[in-house]
């Protein structure tokens, strides 16, 4: 990882032109081979880029860029494309260099396999007397979330999504038409499940007979965490 602050313009051409003029800026050169722009605005997002592979070059500037204070050329090609990010470097201001090794990856916390055990293990949650069948419970068309019963006997379907969005409301509802002819579990009723729901989404299983049930997944992860203690 190469990190530099820097008086720069940049100058992108290929699948369509973009200039950025004579501003500080950081630079960010990763090992990957990737170059990111950065202004001190615009959130994560770069002003420009390259994506790898890419491959970099520096070289003198020509007596036209010196005249104008440019003091060294980088030039960033694409290795799969004509792209290239041309970097008219005037003055560094800050440089680092480090090897970060190789990244374990992100571990993200609150996904749809966290929220499908943490229903699961609380199934009462949709409602008193509710009994677990299984999780994954497997069909023709890919596995249901959860399937469960009622404190009247009824099989339950459960679709669960971080956010619902009309998708998952579609998908339950495939779920629905193939469980339903199984006379083992039918009738089965549909409960879309999500820490978010969209409002059209709402409106759409509440047309399909679905109820909705929004999770509260810290909530559910501090009786998870209770249960776990021996005192």
């Not at 374990?104 to 008193?128: F, M, N, S």
């Not at 083992?184 to 978010?196: D, K, N, S, T």
Request: glycine share 6%; proline share 5%.
């Amino acid at each position: 990882m190469r990190v530099v602050i820097a008086d720069c313009s940049v100058d992108y051409e290929g699948r369509l032109t973009a200039h950025l003029p004579l501003a500080r800026r950081l630079l960010i050169l990763k090992a990957d081979g990737s170059v990111l722009v950065h202004s001190d605005g615009g959130s994560y997002k770069p002003l420009n880029w390259m994506s790898p592979p890419a491959r970099l070059t520096t070289a003198a500037p020509t007596p036209d860029q010196a005249a104008v204070g440019v003091t060294d050329v980088w030039t960033v090609s694409a290795t799969k494309s004509d792209d290239k990010l041309r970097i008219l470097v005037h003055e560094v201001h800050e440089e680092i260099s480090h090897e970060l090794g190789v990244d374990p990856g992100l571990t993200k916390d609150g996904v749809e396999a966290d929220l499908q055990r943490l229903l699961a293990e609380q199934i009462e949650l949709v409602g008193t007397g509710s009994t677990l069948i299984r999780r994954e419970y497997p069909t023709a068309i890919g596995p249901v979330d959860i399937l469960a019963r009622d404190a009247d006997g009824a099989t339950v379907a459960i679709e669960l999504k971080r956010r619902g969005d009309i998708d998952g409301v579609e998908q339950l509802t495939r779920y629905l038409e193939l469980l339903n002819r199984d006379p083992r579990l039918a009738p089965v009723r549909g409960i879309f499940a999500a820490q978010q729901i969209k409002p059209q989404a709402k409106v759409l299983a509440t047309d399909r007979g679905i109820d909705c049930m929004t999770l509260d997944y810290d909530a559910m992860r501090d009786v998870d965490d209770k249960d776990a203690r021996l005192f």
